[in-house]
């Protein structure tokens, strides 16, 4: 398949720090990991009410898109062109044992609107208002094949012009995000191994 998508930036967000397309943007060494969600919102948006009472799944993949789409051209295009294929290693089970641990005295329905993984492309979609392709999926590790592979296929047989795609991962203590903004012209092909570039 001839590859008709190409990188168009990224944002990677771990062990505290947020860098987009490789310069650092947000710094917060040595706090857990609500705190440094809470800074980095204050940092980059501080105008999303609705933030606050996402989980940290959502959290993370609505500060990677905040951050990866300030500066874009992707608000030009239509809103079903802009599509998003995320995958993470733990699927909504952070939010999901939380929620358990409610069940016993009574069930939170804040909690347990985030007991689906894919709620994070809601909560990516309601903020930017993209209404284009969207598919999650659970790997045991970033595999960049078939994020790849999947988002040509999206751009070859769908109408989108642009995609977010990501590793969006978090776990307890442990949290990685991985986006890259995938658009229809650009200098770096989308691939396995450009995308396993970033992840490294």
């Known amino acids: 398949m001839k590859n008709k998508a190409y990188i168009t930036g990224s944002c990677i967000i771990r062990n505290n720090s947020i860098t987009l397309n490789g310069q650092l943007l947000f710094s917060s060494p040595g706090v857990e990991l609500q705190e440094f969600l809470r800074g980095a919102y204050d940092q980059f948006s501080g105008q999303y009410p609705k933030f606050h009472k996402m989980d940290p799944l959502s959290k993370l993949g609505w500060l990677a898109a905040e951050a990866l789409l300030k500066d874009s051209n992707v608000y030009t295009l239509p809103k079903e062109a802009v599509g998003m294929l995320l995958s993470n290693r733990s699927a909504s089970l952070?939010?999901?044992?939380?929620?358990?641990?409610?069940?016993?005295?009574?069930?939170?329905?804040?909690l347990f609107v985030y007991t689906l993984p894919n709620i994070v492309m809601g909560e990516i979609s309601i903020r930017h208002g993209f209404k284009g392709e969207n598919t999650f999926f659970v790997s045991s590790s970033f595999d960049a094949g078939l994020l790849s592979d999947y988002a040509t296929a999206l751009f070859a047989e769908t109408p989108l012009q642009a995609c977010l795609v990501a590793w969006v991962e978090?776990?307890?203590?442990?949290?990685?995000?991985?986006?890259?903004?995938?658009?229809?012209?650009?200098?770096?092909?989308?691939?396995?191994?450009?995308?396993?570039?970033?992840?490294?």
């Open 94 to 110: 952070d939010t999901d044992l939380r929620y358990y641990a409610t069940v016993m005295e009574f069930a939170s329905p804040a």
């Open 170 to 200: 978090v776990m307890e203590k442990d949290y990685e995000v991985v986006m890259a903004l995938v658009e229809k012209e650009g200098n770096i092909p989308l691939s396995a191994e450009n995308l396993m570039a970033l992840y490294a």
